[in-house]
C-alpha cells in the first residue's frame, strides 16, 4: 500500500467521512429535528458560498453555480423518489449499519445485503427473507431499499400483499369506482419500478384471481429482471408449492436467494 489517501483512490472528489458519497445521514433525525440526509460539512458545506439560498448561486463578477449545487440537487431527487417508495414510517430512513445482527442467520443475512446494496445493479439474484415474525425481515428489506434510493437514485415501491391491496386492486375492476380502468397502470408500475419489496408474500389466499394476481406479478418482475425483495413468515417450498400450479415457487427459486432469518421476536425494541 502507498500512502494515497482513500479519497484519491476513488477517483472521488467527496471524503471518506460521508463514505465518497457527498451526503450525510442522520439516522436520529426525527428526534434531532434535522433533515434526515445533508450535505456534507467537511467536503461540500466547506466548500458552499451560497449558504444554501436557492438557486444556489452566488456573485463573482457574474453567476456561477455553488460547489454546493449537485450535491443539493441529489438530495433532492433522492427525497422525491423517496417519497413515492411508500414505505412505512416507521421503517423509514432506517440503515444498514443500525441493523443488528443477533444470531447466524440474521447475519448471512445481513452480509447478503450489504453485498446487494454495494453490488448493485450488478446483482444477479433478489432475496426472499422467511421466518417467524418479528425477526427484522421487513426492516431488512426496507433497509435495502432506502440504501439503493440513496447510493444509486433507483426508483423503488414498498408493498404490502394484504387484503386492503387486493381489495384495491379489485376497485380498479369495479365500473364507477374512483379507480376504474387503472389496473394495468398499477400492474406496470409494479413491473417495472427497479426495486420493488414484497412484503408477507407467500400467506394462503384462498381465490384463483389472488393467486394469479401474485402469478402474474411476480412473472412480470421474471421477465422484466427487476430486482426484487420478498418477505415472508413461511418457508416458500411448503407455502408455493400449490399456488398456481407451482409456478410462482419455480420462478422464485430462479430469480431469488432464500434466506431464512428465524429467531425471537424484536419488534417490541424497534
Ligand atoms: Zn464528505
Ligand atoms: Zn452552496
Known sequence: M????????????????????????????????????????RCVLSVCKCNSEEPYFYYDGGIRECECRETRMKIDRIKFIYAASAIDKKYQWRFI??????????????????????????????????????????????IILTELIIRHAVEGRFVKISRNFFNRLRATFAEGSETYGTSSAIEREFAEV???????????????????????????????????????????????????????????????????ISGPDYRETL
Not at 483512490?9 to 434526515?36: A, D, L, M, N, V
Not at 427473507?129 to 425481515?137: D, E, I, S, V, Y
Not at 408477507?200 to 402469478?215: K, M, P
Request: charged share 25%.
Open 97 to 142: 449499519n443500525e441493523f443488528e445482527s443477533r444470531n447466524k442467520l440474521t447475519d448471512t443475512a445481513k452480509s447478503a445485503a450489504y453485498d446487494i446494496i454495494r453490488s448493485f445493479p450488478d446483482v444477479k439474484k433478489g432475496l426472499y427473507l422467511w421466518g417467524n415474525p418479528g425477526t427484522g425481515k421487513t426492516l431488512l428489506s426496507t
Open 194 to 260: 427497479d426495486v420493488l419489496v414484497i412484503d408477507d408474500f407467500g400467506t394462503q389466499r384462498d381465490s384463483t384471481w389472488e393467486q394469479e394476481t401474485l402469478y402474474n406479478l411476480v412473472d412480470a418482475r421474471y421477465e422484466a429482471e427487476k430486482f426484487t425483495i420478498f418477505t415472508s413468515n413461511n418457508s416458500p417450498l411448503t407455502a408455493l408449492k400449490d399456488i398456481s400450479g407451482g409456478r410462482v415457487l419455480s420462478r422464485i427459486k430462479e430469480m431469488c436467494r432464500i434466506m431464512e
Open 2 to 41: 502507498t500512502n494515497q489517501n482513500k479519497s484519491d483512490q476513488s477517483g472521488s472528489k467527496f471524503c471518506e467521512y460521508c463514505e465518497h458519497t457527498g451526503i450525510i445521514r442522520h439516522p436520529y433525525y426525527k428526534e434531532t429535528g434535522e433533515e434526515p440526509l445533508s450535505p456534507c460539512p
